[in-house]
Nanobody, 120 residues
Framework: QVQLVESGGGLVQAGGSLRLSCAAS????????MGWYRQAPGKQRELVAT???????NYADSVKGRFTISRDNAKNTVYLQMNSLKPEDTAVYYC??????????????WGQGTQVTVSA
């Protein structure tokens, strides 16, 4: 059984910072891409940032220069450092990982989501 567990969400004032973490656990053979998506009320889920080995990153235009994605491969963990937060960053943030469990093929896994609320 493989699972992703997120932490670090919360309430912050505009201009503030938060750091999200997502740890993958279980019978993991290898991990390819990891990343973060978000979904605001009434909107579709959208890409925030991804990171693929060795350390290639991709960001949504709306977060470039403010958010930084990183990963610790030894811990199977991905992070999202969010600075200069804006009210429009308010959403549920979902962790994503492309994982190959032992004895099977790669598939996509999602975390349960963590709420980020930015007040004006």
């Amino acid at each position: 059984q493989v699972q992703l567990v997120e932490s670090g969400g919360g309430l912050v004032q505009a201009g503030g910072s938060l750091r999200l973490s997502c740890a993958a656990s279980g019978s993991i053979a290898s991990i390819r891409a990891m990343g973060w998506y978000r979904q605001a009320p009434g909107k579709q889920r959208e890409l925030v940032a991804t990171i693929t080995p060795p350390d290639s990153t991709n960001y949504a235009d709306s977060v470039k220069g403010r958010f930084t994605i990183s990963r610790d491969n030894a811990k199977n963990t991905v992070y999202l450092q969010m600075n200069s937060l804006k009210p429009e960053d308010t959403a549920v943030y979902y962790c994503y990982a492309e994982i190959r469990p032992r004895w099977t093929t790669y598939r996509d896994y999602w975390g349960q989501g963590t709420q980020v609320t930015v007040s004006a």
